[in-house]
């Protein structure tokens, strides 16, 4: 529970400062570098722990992903430039891919399926209540401190939590002969880096469909090719295709992916679109973006009571339709509506989140062996990271896009580095009046762009859980 604090804590303080961040540090063409930075190593990252700890153990393996986490934590503090926090900011992820997976992966250890859906509402409540005072308590140090503190905050929970486990987890003692599957982690790695670097860095630093661009697609998808092929002929492959011939964990992890490419654009953007177009401080763009994390423990709780009765289907259909309903919300929003409606938006996603994650999550991990659970919620995890790398990824370059061509429709000078002076009241007073209103245009458009691909992110992912297997959730026997 305390890892878990120690992750949800990490994102909502990091989304929340990151206006701010940006605005300091310059270089905003970067913003969405510092979430992928992270994502990307801790995606890859996490399939290579939860093979680890299904081979030796979850306690060893927890400890060096949460110590490099934090050292990874510390350095972010003390980063002088965009440049230098995201190199921090893929230490910190190489460790984040061990914290929340093996947290859960415990959790399901100790845990049969009946009893893990109930307990999944009381640690979604500590989810909740570290995702609640993390906006907070970003928004306040930033105000009143500095920012670097965003990233220290972690330390001191990260040490305690190791504590706890050494403490207290006492492991079977079991030997498994396994290895890793280290040249499918190096070709993954390769194969997301080149698709990121193409997303990101295409229509800006390159022509998206230039020679330079068509290279890294064309690279992309070779090492993609024969990472699928190392899978298949690997003895203990990263990803273990075969539990996927389960409907109901295939078409979660496919769900897993789409609402983690909604997730990372909402806690991304929604901060930058209260702050910069909506001019409110960075603690009420904080509320903002805490609504989701209300609403997520709250369905989760529920989601756990339901589960058992009703099976995942009809718990994940209703995370489904909320996740429609509040992406559509952010659709039709505008400066006007005020932090209210995006509170509210963001409450709808968050039911959404907590209802299929709750769902998906105790289903897996009923439908395996514990010598498989580490690396089938790793795999879940990993879907979801790679939702969360491939969201950052794609909002970015919709986002830096979109405000370019606005900048050359209107004739107006400015690169998107010009929007880091809307992010904060001091740099917003500096701004001539009709500047600001150019740019402010230009920001609330091309959010809503993010928006509406959020939106279709939603409606895939209702799409996919239709075809979810009706019937109740089940634990699976060990020999």
Same mark, same amino acid.
């Given at each position: ?235 203990? +492959? &990263?990803? @273990? ?6 409907? /109901?964990?295939?078409?979660?992890? !496919? *769900? $897993?992916?789409?609402? =983690? ?35 997520? +423990? &709250?369905? @989760? ?6 589960? /058992?009765?009703?099976?995942?289907? !009809? *718990? $994940?259909?209703?995370? =489904? ?152 959730v089940y634990e699976h026997v060990d020999n």
């Amino acid at each position: 529970m305390l890892a878990m604090f120690v992750g949800a804590v990490e994102a909502t303080i990091v989304t929340t400062a990151m206006p701010t961040i940006a605005s300091e540090l310059g270089g905003f063409s970067r913003y969405s570098w510092i979430f992928s930075s992270y994502l990307l190593m801790s995606t890859v990252t996490v399939l290579i722990y939860g093979k680890l700890a299904d081979v030796f153990g979850r306690k060893p393996i927890f400890f060096v992903g949460l110590t490099i986490f934090l050292i990874g934590s510390i350095l972010c503090g003390f980063a002088g430039s965009m440049e230098q926090l995201i190199i921090y900011r893929l230490v910190q992820g190489i460790g984040a891919g061990a914290v929340m997976p093996i947290a859960t992966t415990i959790v399901g250890d100790i845990y049969s399926t009946e009893e893990r859906a109930k307990i999944q509402g009381y640690l979604s409540s500590v989810w909740g209540i570290s995702a609640v005072s993390g906006p907070v308590i970003g928004g306040l140090l930033v105000q009143y401190v500095n920012w670097q503190f965003v990233f220290w905050v972690n330390v001191p929970l990260g040490i305690l939590a190791m504590a706890g486990i050494f403490f207290f987890l006492h492991e079977p003692k079991e030997t498994h002969n396994a290895s890793v599957d280290y040249r499918g982690a190096v070709l993954l790695t390769i194969a997301l880096l080149s698709i990121l670097v193409w997303l990101v860095e295409g229509g800006q630093a390159f022509g998206r469909f230039s020679l330079i661009g068509l290279l890294l697609l064309a690279v992309s998808a070779v090492i993609f090719f024969l990472f699928f092929r190392q899978e298949q002929l690997a003895k203990d +492959p &990263l990803i @273990s295709f075969s539990i996927w011939k389960n409907p /109901i964990i295939l078409y979660a992890n !496919l *769900v $897993s992916l789409t609402t =983690g490419v909604i997730l990372i654009g909402i806690s991304s953007y929604l901060p930058t679109y209260v702050s910069g177009v909506m001019e409110q401080k960075a603690i009420i763009a904080g509320f903002a973006l805490t609504a989701m994390s209300i609403g997520w +423990p &709250l369905a @989760s709780s529920l989601a756990g009571h339901l589960l /058992i009765r009703f099976g995942p289907f !009809l *718990v $994940s259909f209703a995370g =489904g339709i909320s996740l429609v309903v509040g992406s559509m919300m952010f659709v039709f929003m505008n400066a006007g509506l005020g932090p209210i409606w995006a509170a509210c938006s963001s409450f709808f996603i968050g039911v959404g989140m907590g209802l299929t994650n709750t769902s998906f999550i105790v289903t897996i991990q009923g439908a395996v062996s514990r010598t498989q659970r580490g690396s089938a919620t790793a795999a879940n995890m990993f879907m979801k990271n790679f939702g969360n790398t491939i969201g950052a990824s794609v909002f970015g370059a919709i986002l830096n896009g979109t405000l370019l061509t606005y900048f050359a429709a209107e004739k107006l000078t400015y690169s998107v580095d010009n929007v880091n002076s809307l992010l904060t009241e001091e740099s917003r007073s500096l701004i001539p009046i009709k500047e600001l209103v150019s740019l402010q245009t230009g920001l609330e458009n091309s959010l809503h762009w993010v928006y509406i691909a959020i939106a279709f992110f939603a409606w895939i992912s209702l799409l996919l859980i239709l075809r979810i297997p009706r019937g109740k959730v089940y634990e699976h026997v060990d020999n």
